[in-house]
């Protein structure tokens, strides 16, 4: 049992040593005597031989810093770091709120703008080219699926459940500024102008991608469009805030990213270095098969923001205009105030992991199912969209089937279009291939003339 | 960093307090401390956001306090910095410096006593060089900072004190060329970084017994510089490598298996290596000493080889 310290302040216990220690009589009398009486002035540097007098120099250092009055509240301690105050009580600080953070969302589960819901307007334009955006992706990552399923793609990773994610924080992010993504965001670039034969391209690694077929599926980058993929989006701000560019670095991750060092680390430097980062995670419950009750003990990923001094939020991850306000919102703070955000995104990742993954060998068909039509996020804003008159069942039909005949299309030419020619495999490595590398391919080269038979086809020499 | 504004410094010290070995002394004061940068202690986090600054324009040099630091930044060395040119189809390069002090010092103890030349080689699409002079620590810099290629610049914790009169003028060093520091007749002695010093030391009480050996400081670790250390071995056909490195998987192994490959007609006798031990380096300071290749152990070699 913890006995509670005497009403004494702080300040009246080291008072109380000094008077035994040096016979004085009353507080203040003890102070001011000390000044006057140090032999080397109140402040000096330098060592005193005499340990008492050494003692009265630190002493009368912390004294003045010390609050006139004996008020327990206004008593504070210079510690490297900043002036903070003392408390007589032992208090652990919970490790956890009592209530959790609450979640931002504008539109309730059927798509109804909720009463009293405050976001940043949308456009017609904007609205309707969001809503095709995020059915577009849907039927992208349907379709891919499917050829990989049928053989025709040797991997795939879908976006089911983050459509509104990915498009509606593509829309309120400028094209200028840099995004580092994780694998699930390909409608940022969707959005951004990346065609569906771009797409296709990458994901059959054929000649006019531009990754020259380096990449596994899905690992999409754009220096055009100013997307790649890769966790490194503190760099990128540091970098900005050198050349003095108004603009923000951008970086997705997921549940389970968060836990890596290199989250922890950025959201660290970012802060002491006030770079103009948002850091959007996708929480949507599952890594692989580790759900998120496996992956933290926190009150979810935004919690973690105050660790490092940083503001943060989160948000309804499958409702689009509460995605596109708060990106929004945090844009507008990182570039002007010169500051990291982050944005936790809460959602539920309908697909399996990937194609390599069958997820309900470790979660109900049924979780799956409820998600996917209950908490839909391209139905819940287009409920919205119509509401305003700017959609309607003709439109969705005429969407779909465009899009759809277009992305068969864009795979039929992608399957038929060549690989990359061998010497991709050497160029690039360095600016000029040097010398190991020139006989490397040669050694290829000759052992492809020798058996010609063992080399595909489809990839030109 | 007068030259090129897009050139950047970035580490754990290196602002105003200068670095730990005071290699960007007074830098900060000339350019601010946002261009030569503080960083808190997370080698993988500033190692990934040079790399990431590199990608978006700038060129910036990269300080492990200690090379042995940087196995904590392996990831973005390896994954990133490595091979982003490649991965990206050529649409980003990664012009960064990685550098800082490193090998056997005195007495810092194992952790601090890394040949990281030794774990990095492997990687593809970095340049490794080490300097072991003032002129070519000068020009191997300008260099690798001018390089549109990843360069990782090993220095080594005591050569800092070496005292050198250098040309004030901009110069530069090749990146990928062998420096010839004693022309022979007799044997190859290839080595690098402080063991140059230890090698030429042996070479004077083998000249005064009447031996003529080569010394070749090969300075580019990867790639290594067939084409100068290859003239030799077919003018000398003996060869002997003096490193720091562990003797397995180190720098010299690797040269070893090259020398052999590529010259193996040439050779009238094994390629012999002087490497230190497979053991981490010990604090004492006698210990430490004989991990070390010392260059009476270097006399020995060049003997026998000779006979």
């Keep these: ?461 | 960093m007068d030259r090129d504004p897009h050139v950047c410094v970035m580490g754990e010290d290196v602002g105003h307090y200068g670095g730990s070995y005071k290699v960007t002394k007074g830098l900060a004061d000339k350019f601010g401390d946002l261009r030569v940068l503080d960083t808190p202690i997370c080698e993988n986090a500033f190692t990934g956001m040079g790399i990431g600054a590199a990608m978006t324009g700038l060129r910036p040099v990269i300080e492990g306090m200690n090379m042995g630091f940087l196995l904590l930044a392996f990831n973005q060395i390896s994954n990133n910095c490595g091979m982003l040119h490649y991965t990206s189809g050529g649409q980003f390069t990664i012009p960064v410096v990685i550098r800082g002090p490193g090998g056997v010092g005195r007495q810092l103890g194992a952790e601090h006593s890394q040949r990281l030349e030794s774990y990095f080689q492997s990687i593809p699409g970095i340049q490794m060089v080490a300097c072991s002079t003032p002129y070519n620590a000068k020009g191997l810099m300008k260099a690798a900072i001018r390089s549109e290629n990843p360069v990782i610049l090993f220095e080594h914790v005591l050569l800092y004190n070496l005292k050198e009169k250098i040309p004030d003028e901009e110069y530069i060093c090749n990146l990928e060329e062998a420096e010839m520091v004693r022309p022979g007749e007799h044997i190859t002695i290839l080595t690098y970084s402080r063991m140059r010093h230890h090698v030429m030391q042996a070479a004077k009480t083998l000249v005064n017994k009447g031996y003529d050996p080569e010394v070749i400081d090969i300075r580019s670790l990867k790639p290594f510089d067939l084409y100068t250390i290859g003239n030799s071995v077919k003018k000398t056909h003996r060869v002997l490598i003096v490193e720091e490195c562990m003797r397995t998987g180190g720098i010299g192994a690797s040269l070893t298996a090259a020398i052999n490959e590529n010259f193996h007609d040439y050779l009238d006798a094994p390629v012999m290596c002087l490497s230190s031990q497979d053991v981490p380096t010990p604090y004492a300071g006698t210990l430490e000493e004989w991990t070390v290749v010392q260059p009476a152990q270097i006399v020995t070699a060049v003997e026998q080889l000779c006979q």
């Design chain 1, 1 to 461: 049992m913890v006995q509670h310290l005497k009403s004494s302040s702080s300040k009246s216990i080291l008072l109380n040593v000094l008077r035994h220690n040096l016979g004085f009589s009353s507080p203040n009398h003890a102070s001011r005597h000390l000044r006057q009486n140090l032999p080397h002035g109140p402040l000096s540097t330098r060592v005193s031989p005499n340990p008492v007098t050494r003692l009265c120099n630190t002493m009368v250092d912390t004294l003045s810093s010390i609050g006139s009055h004996e008020d327990a509240n206004s008593q504070v301690m210079d510690f490297p770091g900043g002036k903070v105050s003392f408390t007589p009580q032992i208090h652990f600080i919970s490790e956890s709120n009592e209530e959790r953070v609450p979640c931002y969302r504008v539109l309730d589960d059927n798509g109804q703008q909720l009463t009293n819901s405050r976001f940043v307007p949308v456009s017609e334009e904007v609205a309707v080219k969001m809503y095709s955006d995020m059915v577009t992706l849907q039927i992208m990552d349907n379709i891919f699926y499917e050829a990989q399923r049928q053989g025709r793609l040797s991997f795939y990773a879908t976006a089911f459940g983050g459509e509104a994610i990915n498009i509606a924080s593509a829309a309120a992010l400028s094209p200028q500024y840099f995004i580092f993504p994780q694998y699930r965001e390909p409608g940022v670039l969707l959005w951004r102008g990346f065609t569906l034969q771009e797409f296709a391209n990458q994901c059959f690694g054929n000649k006019s991608d531009y990754g020259k077929g380096r990449q596994m599926p899905v690992h999409y980058g754009s220096n055009k469009l100013n997307y790649f993929t890769l966790p490194n989006a503190v760099d990128a701000a540091y970098s900005l805030k050198m050349v003095g560019k108004d603009a923000c670095a951008v970086t997705f991750f997921g549940d389970g990213g968060s836990s890596e060092g290199d989250f922890h680390a950025a959201l660290n430097f970012t802060a002491v270095m006030e770079a103009p980062v948002l850091f959007i995670c996708r929480n949507n419950g599952w890594a692989i098969s580790t759900p998120t009750s496996d992956q933290f003990r926190s009150d979810g990923v935004v919690v973690k923001g105050r660790a490092y001094g940083i503001r943060s939020i989160r948000v309804d991850g499958n409702d689009a205009l509460a995605m596109y306000s708060a990106v929004h919102e945090a844009r507008e703070m990182a570039v002007r105030e010169h500051r990291p955000i982050l944005i936790e995104a809460l959602t539920y990742r309908v697909g399996h992991h990937s194609t390599s993954d069958d997820s309900t060998r470790y979660r109900s068909a049924d979780e799956i199912e409820w998600w996917n039509k209950a908490r839909n996020p391209l139905s819940r804003f287009r409920t919205w969209v119509e509401s305003n008159g700017w959609w309607n069942d003709e439109s969705e039909s005429d969407l779909r089937s465009r899009i759809k005949k277009e992305m068969l299309e864009a795979i039929r030419v992608a399957e038929k279009t060549e690989k990359p020619i061998l010497n991709h495999m050497f160029s690039d490595v360095y600016d000029v291939p040097p010398l190991n590398l020139r006989e490397q391919e040669l050694l290829v080269r000759q052992a492809i003339k020798s058996h010609p038979q063992d080399y595909p086809s489809d990839v030109p020499l």
